[in-house]
């Protein structure tokens, strides 16, 4: 078992870019946590697919949302929309893009590690 530990997610340790968005990861008590912010304009489908290669996000998120509003088609056809001062959970097999004008900022603890990473 670990100490005490503390880490800015303004000063992330890892980051990744791709079109309209970044993804800024700390590591804690062996847990990634990613600070995921997405531009008005961004979707999964056109700025990450490019980068990993498979037809929906294979990703499992587990999350925050503090800022703006992101609507969510899984696979199977069912949707949702997440926004500010929400929890979520997104199983792997979807795609997504932002609402309005706001840009997007949500914390992750689930897939933080492996997000918009080449497969």
């Not at 804690?28 to 990450?48: A, D, L, M, N």
């Not at 509003?69 to 199977?76: Q, S």
């Amino acid at each position: 078992m670990g100490g005490l530990e503390s880490k800015a997610l303004d000063a992330p340790e890892e980051e990744r870019t791709f079109p309209n968005g970044s993804v800024g990861n700390v590591s804690v008590g062996g847990t990634t946590i990613g600070k995921f912010t997405f531009q008005p304009g961004w979707r999964w489908s056109e700025s990450v697919k490019p980068i990993v290669n498979t037809d929906s996000c294979q990703n499992h998120h587990q999350g925050v949302v503090v800022a703006g509003r992101m609507h969510i088609v899984a696979d199977d056809g069912s949707e949702i929309d997440i926004g500010a001062g929400e929890a979520y959970n997104i199983p792997p097999g979807h795609d997504a893009w932002i609402v309005g004008d706001e840009p997007f900022v949500g914390y992750e603890f689930k897939s933080a590690a492996g997000y918009a990473k080449p497969s």
